[in-house]
């Protein structure tokens, strides 16, 4: 796909009532703007000699420059590592080491005055384009590679621990991407979108963006805010497609409920990030009488499946268990068990029995989801022999994305939880989140965290490490007390573990599981992790 002649295409003809672009919070830019600010920034990159290809950092911290400085690296045939200006310093650190890069681009020179150490000894060269400064450079370049696979641009996400993983984004994956994906994500009439995503972060960019660059559609950009005013903008400005998380989905439903605002130009609500929120769904559907959108992919492997639900879609009752739709097309996702067997769809007879957050009486229907795609995707950036490599097959067609869930009547695919959360105990195997469900609604602790460590009898046993304040006076045998009136025998979790500080989070919000055991005082390989 290349955006740079969408740009140039939507440029040359006028858009929806005179519109701009992008509209972020007041700040408007059009077409034109994009175009003669990235193709200035992209020849003050060049102007530092990188050549064709040359992997670099990019760390933005605001998002009409992120969409700048993304354009012109574009522009300027750089390969940009797309790090979020959240990351924590020891954060930071481990992406520079795993990416190898020598050289960040900016729009904040000075964020990185303590200095960045790169593999070879040297300092991260800092360069802003805006204001043509370059800080920190050494003797040996500022590329330590280059790329010349299709790869336009690079994601990062975690791997256990919290292990960096870089994700190689390639022209082709992201061209049949658009062409099945984005004219889902249109209106008939004028389509309007909205976002509280970062850009910089893979659904913001790859669906917000890229889906109204594609589409031509306006794009109001916001920070995330759950205040009234900024629910209410999403009526008053016409927004016919909104790209949020759950919680701020949640917010939507309980404003429209509250205010009685009828939101009557919103189409489709897409969700991405995280699982749907227990509940979720059927307070959606009832405020909105249509279901919520969700997509299932994204960082690693593009958008594998899409649930494309919204206003006119059909649908006659609330979604359960995170339905997150169908492969998109040429894609194609399996299920399968322990065995390797490919699992059984579920019936429609044991569908209309289903219930949220159900999946004990469907264990035979639940496995690991592999998917496989018709164009490869770039699969990922010096992954050396580290597990990481091994997970993509059939030349980065397939993937074992670590994900377990089953396939509906319909082919649909519903995600239940990572398939490290599920519990083997005498070889029936427990949902963790179904503990962490009842823990949560007991409302005395800050966070809840359950897991399985090793068992001499059972194989595994259930652990829950619950982040409490300083005065709590609750002790395990009364968390187990509780369990039990919620949950059969097999469910109460037999260690329990007291935290007084909040669990340790990546920039992108996922709990450090290897950090919660320390602060456990668990160890890894030891103690039966």
Request: proline letters at 4%.
């Amino acid at each position: 796909m290349n955006l740079i002649s969408l740009l140039e295409k939507h440029n040359s003809s006028p858009g929806p009532h005179g519109e701009p672009f992008v509209d972020y919070n007041g700040v408007r830019l059009g077409y034109g703007d994009i175009l003669s600010r990235c193709e200035r920034l992209g020849a003050a990159i060049n102007k530092y000699g990188f050549a064709r290809g040359a992997v670099c950092g990019l760390v933005c911290f605001n998002h009409i420059n992120f969409i700048l400085y993304f354009m012109a690296c574009l522009r300027a045939q750089v390969v940009p590592v797309i790090i979020n200006a959240k990351y924590s310093q020891d954060e930071m650190r481990g992406i520079v080491a795993a990416s190898g890069v020598l050289a960040v681009i900016t729009d904040n020179i000075y964020a990185f005055a303590g200095g960045l150490s790169a593999n070879n000894g040297g300092n991260v060269a800092v360069i802003s384009p805006d204001i043509d400064a370059c800080a920190a450079a050494e003797p040996g370049g500022l590329y330590g590679d280059t790329l010349s696979d299709g790869t336009l641009f690079m994601l990062i996400t975690s791997a256990s621990g919290g292990r960096p993983k870089i994700v190689k984004k390639n022209a082709a994956a992201l061209q049949y991407q658009a062409d099945k994906l984005y004219p889902q994500i249109k209106s008939e009439g004028s389509t309007r979108y909205f976002t509280n995503v970062p850009p910089s972060h893979s659904y913001g960019l790859e669906f917000a963006v890229f889906g109204s660059i594609y589409n031509g559609a306006p794009l109001y950009l916001r920070d995330f805010n759950f205040s009234g005013d900024a629910l209410e903008e999403i009526a008053l400005n016409s927004i016919t497609h909104i790209f949020s998380v759950p919680p701020f989905i949640l917010s939507l439903a309980d404003y429209k409920i509250s205010s009685g605002l009828e939101f009557d130009r919103l189409e489709m609500a897409v969700s991405a990030g995280m699982p749907l929120l227990p509940g979720l769904s059927q307070k959606f559907f009832g405020a909105f009488n249509f279901n919520i959108a969700s997509v299932y992919g994204i960082t690693e492997v593009g958008c594998v499946s899409f649930k494309n639900s919204g206003r006119g879609a059909g649908g006659e009752c609330a979604s359960v268990n995170n339905d997150v739709g169908y492969p998109v097309k040429g894609n194609e996702i399996i299920v399968t068990g322990d065995s390797g067997k490919i699992a059984e769809p579920l019936s429609s007879e044991a569908e209309s029995r289903l219930k949220e957050g159900d999946s004990d009486s469907i264990r035979e229907n639940i496995g690991r989801v592999i998917i496989r795609k018709t164009v490869p995707d770039g699969g990922y950036y010096r992954a050396g022999e580290t597990p990481d490599a091994f997970k993509w097959r059939e030349n980065f067609t397939e993937l074992e994305t670590g994900d377990s869930g089953y396939v509906d009547s319909n082919g649909s695919l519903h995600l239940l939880a990572r398939s490290s959360s599920f519990v083997n105990i005498g070889g029936i195997k427990i949902n963790a989140l179904d503990i962490e469900r009842v823990l949560r609604s007991f409302g005395l602790f800050r966070d809840v965290l359950v897991f399985g460590l090793k068992d001499a009898y059972l194989g595994e046993k259930l652990a829950a490490a619950l982040v409490v304040d300083e005065s709590s006076k609750i002790d395990a045998d009364e968390v187990r007390r509780l369990c039990g009136e919620k949950l059969p025998a097999i469910k109460v979790p037999r260690d329990v573990y007291f935290l007084r500080t909040p669990f340790p989070r990546t920039a992108a919000g996922k709990v450090r599981f290897d950090k919660v055991l320390e602060m456990a005082g668990i160890r890894a390989g030891q103690d039966g992790v």
